[in-house]
C-alpha cells in the first residue's frame, strides 16, 4: 500500500500565476478529499469526491479555485490566478466510501508559498 | 462556536510522563471518534477511532470517549521523545470535523 500520493512537495509561486497540485488515493478508496491546513484555521475541507462525482464543494474559497477528478486513481486542485493568501499545507485524503467504518488517510501534502 | 474545541498548546512534558490531550464538541450527531498525530512536515496519521463511549486501548495509547458530556481524551503512557508531534481530534457524522491540533514536545 503506497498510500496517498502528492505532488509536488513544495511549490513556490509568484502571485497571478496558475497552480495545480495533483494527488493520487489509494487504490480501492472512492472517496477523495481536498483539505488546507494553516496555523490561524487548522485544516479545512475545500472539496470531496465520491465516485469522481464532486459532492460538496461549499469549502471552495472562491472561483479561482477548481478542483477535479477524471478517474478514480487522479484528482487535481488547481488555483487561478493564485495569491499570497492561498500559501498554506494542501492535503488530499481518501478513504472507500460505502464504509460506515473508516477513518481518512492523508497524504503528505503540498506546501504552496505565493510570493 | 466551532464544532469542535482543543487546546492548542504547546505541551511539554518530560520523557516518561503521562499525557493527557483532550477536545470537546457541540453535535451530539457525532458517531466516530478519531486521534491523528501529525509529525512536522508529514500529513496527519491515523492513531486511533472508536466508535462508542468508553475506553480504547492500544499499546501506549487510551483514548476515552465520553458522550454524554461531549468530550475525548487521548492518553499516552510512558511518553517518548519519538511522540513530539501535533495531535488533532476528529469527529465525523456525514463529514469529518477536525480540532486546530495540540502541539506536545517530550523533552528526553
Same mark, same amino acid.
Given at each position: 500500500?503506497?498510500?496517498? %500520493? ?5 511549490? *513556490? ?13 489509494? @487504490? ?21 469526491? /465520491?465516485? /469522481?462525482?464532486? %459532492? ?16 478514480? @486513481? ?19 485524503? @481518501?478513504?472507500?466510501?460505502?464504509? /460506515? ?12 508559498? *505565493?510570493? | ?24 464538541? $457541540?453535535? $451530539? ?16 496519521? !491515523? ?26 481524551? !487521548? ?34
Amino acid at each position: 500500500d503506497a498510500g496517498v %500520493i502528492q505532488s509536488p512537495r513544495h511549490e *513556490v509561486t509568484e502571485m497571478g500565476q496558475e497552480v495545480t497540485l495533483r494527488c493520487k488515493p489509494i @487504490s480501492g478508496h472512492n472517496s477523495l478529499f481536498w483539505y488546507r491546513q494553516t496555523m490561524m484555521r487548522g485544516l479545512e475541507l475545500l472539496i470531496y469526491f /465520491n465516485n /469522481n462525482v464532486p %459532492i460538496d464543494d461549499s469549502g471552495m474559497p472562491e472561483d479561482r479555485f477548481s478542483a477535479k477528478m477524471p478517474n478514480a @486513481s487522479f484528482s487535481t486542485l488547481k488555483i487561478q490566478p493564485s495569491e499570497p493568501r492561498d500559501s498554506a499545507v494542501y492535503f488530499c485524503a @481518501s478513504r472507500p466510501w460505502d464504509s /460506515n467504518n473508516s477513518p481518512l488517510h492523508f497524504g503528505n501534502g503540498t506546501r504552496l508559498t *505565493v510570493t | 462556536q466551532k464544532e469542535v474545541e482543543q487546546d492548542p498548546g504547546p505541551l511539554s512534558v518530560p520523557e516518561g510522563a503521562i499525557v493527557s490531550l483532550n477536545c470537546t464538541y $457541540s453535535n $451530539s450527531a457525532f458517531q466516530y471518534f478519531m486521534w491523528y498525530r501529525q509529525y512536522s512536515r508529514k500529513g496527519p496519521e !491515523l492513531l486511533m477511532y472508536t466508535y462508542s463511549s468508553g475506553n480504547k486501548e492500544d499499546g501506549r495509547f487510551t483514548a476515552q470517549v465520553d458522550k454524554s458530556s461531549k468530550y475525548i481524551s !487521548l492518553f499516552i503512557r510512558d511518553s517518548q521523545p519519538s511522540d513530539s508531534a501535533t495531535y488533532l481530534c476528529a469527529m465525523e457524522v456525514n463529514q469529518f470535523y477536525f480540532g486546530t491540533g495540540t502541539s506536545l514536545t517530550v523533552i528526553p
